[in-house]
Structures are given as C-alpha cells and as structure tokens.
C-alpha cells in the first residue's frame, strides 16, 4: 500500500496570508489527524477527523481548521498566518479512531512565515 | 488535562552504551505508544504498550509500562549509530480521542 502523502512539501507564506495543506491516508484508513511540529513544543495535537466528522481538537485558535471527504483525504485551513505558524504540520492516519490506533505519518510539509 | 512528560530531553551516547527514556502522565493512561522519528524524517510507529507492567522487546529495545499505567519508559542496550533520531512517546486517556505526545529525547550516538 502507497503511504500517507502531504502535498505540498514546502510552502513559504507572508503574515496575514491563508494556506490550506493537504494529506491523502492510506488506503482503507478513515482516521487522518494533524500535528504541528515545532523545535520547543514537540508534536502538538491539533484535530482528528474520522468518517468526515472531526472527533477532537487540541488547543488551537480558530484560525486552524480543517475538514475531511468522503475518500478520507483531509484539508487543514490556517488563515491570517502569524510568525509563529511556521513549523512543519504532520498528518497521520490510522485505521481507527481515537488514541488506540497505530499511527502511520506523512512526510510532513515545512510551512515558513515570513 | 492531560499532559505527558517525557526525560531527559537529549542524550549523548558513545556507540555501545546504553540509553533509557522516561515518560510519565500526570493522569492515568489508557495506552501508550513509541515512535521514532529520524533526523529529517517524520515519525514511526515502534509500539504499543496497553496492561499495566507490560514489556515488550523488540531486539535491542525494552518498553515497559508501569504499574499504576502513568509512566513508561524505553531502554536500548548497546546502542548503535543506527539509533539516533528523536524518541516520543505518546500516551492515551479513557476520556479523550487523541493522543498527547510527550516532547520526545533527541538521542545522539557517537562511533
């Protein structure tokens, strides 16, 4: 089976900007969740979507968003970018919902502000 | 809510000594998983631990589970240039869909 893709790789973004990430699970997979990576805080939880519905999110402001089709590929949404957006957001997915399922991740895509 | 702790930060191995990381909840976990990311790379999935005082071996590698289900940690016998990258472990909770991952430990391993 083909693993998880992010697209794209690499973006550069000014402040104020929007930007929308995208990440395709692997195949029979319905759960995609989202990370933010970052040098100091680890990997931050930010949402989880199952069967189109988001079950959780972490403690982001609403400037995060995302949503999920119904082929399981999921979008994640950050509008008026901030400085310290910049970090590289991990999807993952995994066969089931919730904090038992294995997680299988993507290679991430490197998100600068400037 | 819950936060997972993860010690030391960084290690600085010579090839052949061992290494160990801590993770401890401060709330009991329904499960906790390892992963290992390389420098560069994105996280792996290494394991999972579910009863409490599992272990588990995977080679080299030990994970154990604590009793009380609030702390884990992974320990790696004579290590190898192979084993750098940045370990995190991640717990789960009976009252939540995610799971919280600890801030990891960068491992370094010097011929």
């Known amino acids: 089976k083909a693993g998880v893709t992010q697209t794209p790789r690499y973006l550069i973004k000014t402040r104020g900007q929007q930007v929308t990430l995208s990440c395709s699970p692997i195949s029979g997979h319905r759960s995609v969740s989202w990370y933010q990576q970052t040098p100091g805080q680890g990997l931050q939880f930010l949402f989880e979507y199952f069967s189109e519905t988001q079950r959780n999110k972490g403690n982001f402001p609403g400037r995060f968003s995302g949503r999920q089709f119904s082929n399981s590929r999921s979008e994640m949404n950050v509008s008026t970018l901030e400085l310290g957006d910049s970090a590289l957001y991990l999807c993952?997915?995994?066969?089931?919902?919730?904090?038992?399922?294995?997680?299988?991740f993507g290679p991430g895509t490197r998100l600068t502000v400037l | 809510g819950q936060q997972v702790m993860q010690i030391p930060q960084y290690q600085h191995v010579q090839e052949g000594e061992d290494f160990t990381t801590y993770c401890n909840s401060s709330?009991?976990?329904?499960?906790i998983q390892w992963y290992k990311q390389r420098p560069g790379g994105h996280p792996v999935f290494l394991i999972q631990l579910v009863k409490s005082g599992e272990v588990k071996k995977q080679k080299r590698l030990t994970f154990q589970f604590g009793e009380a289900k609030k702390n884990s940690s992974l320990h790696i016998t004579a290590t190898q240039t192979t084993d750098v990258g940045t370990y995190f472990c991640?717990?789960?909770?009976?009252?939540?869909?995610?799971?919280?991952f600890g801030k990891g430990t960068s491992l370094l391993v010097t011929p």
């Open positions: 993952a997915s995994s066969e089931i919902t919730g904090p038992g399922g294995e997680q299988f």
């Open positions: 709330t009991t976990l329904s499960n």
């Open positions: 991640a717990g789960g909770s009976n009252s939540g869909y995610a799971l919280n």
